[in-house]
Structure formats: structure tokens, C-alpha cells
């Protein structure tokens, strides 16, 4: 046979592999989130990766059209890999509307993908995990997508975390009572950037690129460094003389109290949601509430779940009007920060036992065993095949089993193991599969 | 502003969504598969849906090479999306070689592409759920995908389905015997087929289009009508006149002994496994056991769970010698199967409950009660608007939540609620939220 010279294996720059130990965290987050969806009434959904190219284009930016994976298939359509999932979500919303029935609550987990200019963090593929209140204008769906980032947060083991919320209708009254109407949505892509260039270089941004007065820049600017230090009771009696500034402001400050009427009901931890003027969000979608979630231990990695209210989510596919609320979670920003806490189990094994043995003639009891613990509810490996204790114990250090159940003569005549604790060294010599199971499940 | 054309949503021909009842039950069941896979010590990893079509393109065959998205990226890479999960193994196998050690057990649940032409139940994106064993030449390792496979379906809650297994060898010792060896991969290509064309034809095939005597062509035929009817030791005592053919077939029953002296010792249904010489798997890298599963209920559906062992997995980046043994479980044929046994939930929620109340000011109220009944362990969706009970029942109804809490200004007053049981209709006036609880907690 000719010999065929070696491709060296690699992926595409911007692309990556997951090792077993962050699949392994990755696949817990995600089951954990899922479950709290699903104990909302979140229904999970799935759509294609790849879509007709003229679906995604439409409603997304050029900065997205420029780094969509965009070619044309075998049947000659023009067809592009899915660079979202909300925009998918529109589509799909138009396409099964009367089968779905609205209100509609659905969470979407998938990848998506975007050529980007490769840089250390950030990925061409990467993983989103979305969820929508699709179809009801009511301020109760507004409140339960806190409630949900509120439980998924605690249900990952975090404690201290920040869900900064503000109104767009706040913001666009104030750009009205500035008389800055018409470059309103500039106004806050500019504003979206005070944490990373700071006040001076915002209002002189505001000035230079927008032609505002240094009086409305400021203006602007001090109105959204107002945020809630203590109590909403103690900051909404401090903001209402604002109020009267203009329609915008009124009806955004009276969303912003009827959802604390609700939240407030709760028993959700009080200070782990406040009011920030300052928080704008990028997209040009959101039109009501707008939210962002720091972690209080780590805030510079930014936030790790951001969404809002948006009033037009399907008007590329249909003249019906759709609201909806949403909010996504930052995958691989949550994971990195979950590692940096210390949240995260750091094995490269999901066993919690290595069963191995000696001798060839010990192979098939080592199955027996691992089979018998599983029963009794402990996840357990069989070394494959009959070595020295001395390299089954090596595979079991270097994966990361807790313990090693031991086979050799004498276990396998007395129906025993021989359970030896990896991390403090000391072994239980045969003792019964109960007895180790006790243990193991300790 | 313009108004801008309104696009048809569809998806693209041979692509397809999952609406919330089918996606439900989907991630149900690779959630039960997963806990199964990791309860044998195998840990998932996570590859790129693209990749350098070279990567891909060598050990794939012409067939699958027609069928690939393959374009050009922003950089000018000839690039494609994966088209199963075998090859990416491959490639991550060698490139994290040292990093995960050997032995290594993975499983991988992900979407690959293949432009095929669109038919009925053909789908040009679908899920792959794979589970292999790399590293290991040992029976064990074989006998434990058996054991998987086993423990996934009886999981699922499949009581009657039956393991065929066979070995390479033993059927390329048989095309040894008969003297057609060159030939051994057309004929078992041919073999494959026998429950699709009949014997006639496969005979008929193995004569006209490979040149076989008609002798050869029904010696072939005749041993892999060899099936076992009852014990592995009668089947056994039955070819054991065949073991002297040729030395393949003396070390493939040997192989075959030898993973019954294992899997005989577990506590596995012995009726769920079963040796077949007529099981031969198209795909050309299989190099010992093989096997196919079907249900006893649905043998028409074709196999949910088959695999085998290869003895060179990563010949295209490596020239270490990799064997590994592994399976992959039909996920859409599997929910098929599960959806005609009546073994799917068919609800379009996760939710146990609806709380829906009458008059705004009982929102609130409203989440509250709902929030409880999550801290006492029940999935509790809120109907985000004050409406008559009218339109959240057939909310309710449609969506599939068993029952339904209605808060009225008495259920506020007194802080319980009313539950109705949706499929029987009654109701109970004014309970506390622990009474509920334990209703609906059954």
C-alpha cells in the first residue's frame, strides 16, 4: 500500500477544541441553567446552523454581514451559518406562530458563528444560551427574566452578583429633553463605553463626533451616573423630580417602579438587583428594560448575562407586531469566571472509581464489581485491562478518580475489593462491594 | 421610513426546526444517555462544526466527499462542516494526544452536515451521539460498549431489544476459506443488504457483479444465515467445526468467547445479546467485533445503536497504531422508536403548574406563589397577564400543564390558591401552597 504522507492535525485559527475537564464544566452549567428554564416554563427549541443567507442578512448589522460564514451549497443557494439565535428566533416565530400559540417562552442553546478577527478570548464559534418571553407586553415577563438570571446565578453556586437594570425609555427621555432625539441610539453606543474609555472621553465624544453642546453632554452624563445605592424606595424618591422631563422619562420610570412592585414581593435577595442609568446595551433592538449581570468577585470580566425588552422582533418576516423579552448568558464568560472562583470540579474523569485488577483472569469480576456499584448509584470505570496496581494507580492520578477498588487474587476469591483513597493514600484491604460503596458514596 | 419587502420564513430544503415537544424530548434523552456514558467513566469533548476540509476530506469516502459544505472562509481557507464525529476524534485524538492520556473514553453529542439528496426522514443536518473507547485492544473494553448500549436503552426505558454481534474476522476468515480474500469488503458491502434485497439477490450479486461460483456464493450465504437461536454455549458447540477454516475465524470465535466469558458474568438480560454472522456494517474501517441493535417491538425501524472496533483511527495524522472501540446511537430513529412505543412525554411544557390571576393587582401575588412552589421542587410557569380563567385554561390546555393555581381577590386575601386538575376538571377552593405542593407533587 502506498504510504500517504501525515496531515497535521489542527483547527482553524479562531476555532477550538474542548478537553474533557471544561466539556465536563461546560455540560454542567448548561444542564443546571436548563433546569432552572425549565422550572419557569422555558421550553427548549432548536433550529438549523445554517440558514438562507437573505434570513440572516436582512436584520443584522454590517459589521455582522462582514463576518458571516456566507457560500453558496450544492444546489446553488445562497446560504450562510447562523451568526445569532434570536434572528432564527423571528424566523422560526413567523414560521410556526399558529402551532406554538403565544405567549411563548423557549431557551435555545447552540453555536453560532462569526469571522471575526482572531483574538486572544474571543472565538469564530462559540456557544449561546438564549431565553425568550416571546408575545406578552406585560411587565411580569420583564420581572421573570431577572428572576430566571437571579436562579440561574444561585444555582451555579455564585452568591454576590449585580443585576444592573435600566429603561430605554429612561434614555430617550433624556436625549429628548436635550433636544438630541434624532441621535439618540448614537448617544448611548457612545454612553455603552464609559466603563471602557472613561467620562472625559465620552463627552468629548459626544461633543466632536455629535455636535453636541459641552451643557447637553454633561447634562446627559451626570443623569446617567444616577444609580441605586440603597433601597429602590430611597432612589426612586431621589430621581422623581426627573420625571417630568419628558413622556419618554414618566412612562420609563413608572415600568421601572411596577417592576419592583414585583421583584419586591419576592424573595429574591434585594441587593442583588439595582437600578442603573448608565446601562444602555449596544443593540439597537431593545426598546423597554435593558439589564446587564456582574459577578461583585470578579466585575472587571464584564457582564455574563444581558438582555431586555425589544418591540419588533419579527417585522423582517411579518407585519404583525411582536414583543418580547429576553436575556442571553455568557457561556464561555461564565465558565472562566465559575474556574476563577473555584466553582468548578477540576477532574478530567466523571468516575468516582477506578476499578482495576492484576490478572487476566480477574477482568471479567472487575465488570461484576463496577456493574454492582453503579446499581448502588456510583459512577465507575474499569481499567481495561490486567496491570501492575502501579499503572492502573497512574491512570487514576492522572484523570483524577477519588479512589481505586483494587483486584487480585484474594478479591476475587472472597468476592471483595480492596478500596484505596487517592488523595489521603490509605486503603480499606476486602472489604465487601456495600461496604465500599458506603464509602464512595461517603 | 421605507417599507421594507417582508421575507418568507422557511428553513432550507432537508434542514429542520424542533418545536418545543420534539426538542424536549430530544434533550431528555441525550440527558439520560449522558448520565449513562458517564456513569462507565466517559467524559465528553466538544470539536468545531468546521474545519479544514483536508482534515476531513482523506479518510472520508467519495461519497461523503460529494455530500460536503465545503467553501472558502474570510481567509481564503478551504474549509467544511464536519460530516460525522469520527474523523474530528481522530484529529483530536493526535493533536491532544499527550494532554489526555490513553486509555480514553469520550462521548460527543453534535450536529454534523451532509448535502444528500433531501428524502423523507433524510435530513442534511442531524445529531450524532457517539460514544468511543480509544487506546485499548483488551475484550473489556468491547464487552463494556455492549454494556452501554444496554444500560442506555433499558434507561430510555426499552425492556426487549436485541445486540446482534459479530466479528470482522471471523467473516474475513470465511472470504479467506472460499478463496474470495481480495474481495472480503464487496462481499461483506453485499452481505449488508441481505435484509433489504433477500438471499436471491445478495447471491445473484456476489456472482454476477464480484464473479463468485455460485459454490462460494451460497457457502458465503450459508454461514451468515448462522445465527444464535438460544445459549452461547450451544451456538458454540454448534461452529465449532468451522474454527479449524482458517486461522481469522479461529481468532474471531476466540475473540467472541472471550467477550462472552465477561459480558456471561454481568447481570445483563442474556436474552438482549446475541451473536449473528450475518451482521457485517457497511462502513470499511471496522476491523473486529461488530454489532447492530434493534427493538423487538419495531425490527423495521433498522438499528438504534451500532459500532464496532477499528484498529487505525488516526492513520492520517499519525503513525502510531490507535485501536479504539465505539458505537453511535441513531438519535432521530430513537426518538421515532420512543414516540411509537408511547415512551415520550408529549407536553408542550416543562411546566407541573400554570399560575394565572384575574386582576392586575394580584400579579405579584402571582410570582410569589410561584417562586414557592419552585423552592418545594415544582416546575411553575406564571401567565404574565390578568386575565379571565377562560383564556389561561386554554392556555393551559393547549400547552399541556396538568393543572392550573387561579388567584382571585379571595386566593390574595387569604394568601392560598385554587388548583384545578386539568385532566379531571375538579378543583380544590382555596388551599395553602403546601397543599398544593403536595398535589402536585403526586
New interface residues.
Partial sequence: MKE?A????????G??????QE??A??RLL?TV?EV????????????????A??LV?QGSDEIQK?L?R?????G?D?A?RFDQTVPL???I???RN???L?F??YAIG?V?R?ERAQRGRYR?FTQCDFD?IG?E?I??D??II?VIY?SLKALGIERFTISMNNRKILNGICDYFGVKEQTSDVLRIIDKLDKIGEESVIKELVEELGLSQESARGILGFTSLKQERSSEEFFAKVASYEGLSDSLREGMGEMRALY??LD???MDRACYKINFSIARGLGYYTGIVYETTLDALPSIGSVCSGGRYDNLTQ????ERMSGVGASIGVDRLLAALEELGLLEGR????QV?VACMEESQ??????V??RL??LGI????Y??AVKPKRSLA?AN??GHPYVAVIGEDELKQGVVTLKDMQWGDQKPCISIEAAAEILLG
Fill in positions: 500517504q501525515l496531515i497535521t492535525p489542527r483547527t482553524l485559527s476555532f477550538k477544541d474542548r478537553l474533557p466539556a465536563m461546560k455540560s444542564r436548563s428554564f425549565e422550572g419557569f416554563g422555558f421550553v427548549p427549541i432548536e433550529t438549523p446552523h445554517l440558514e438562507y437573505e434570513i436582512k463576518e460564514y457560500f453558496f451549497d450544492h444546489g443557494r446560504v451559518l423571528a424566523r422560526f413567523s414560521q410556526h402551532a406554538l400559540g405567549p417562552k423557549r453555536n458563528f469571522g464559534e418571553f406578552s406585560s411580569g415577563s420581572a421573570e428572576q436562579a412592585a414585583i414581593t419576592l424573595e423582517s418576516f411579518s407585519k478530567g474523569t466523571s468516575a477506578l477482568l471479567a469480576y472487575s465488570y461484576k463496577a456493574e453503579r446499581t459512577k465507575s470505570e474499569v481495561p485491562e491512570y492522572s484523570k
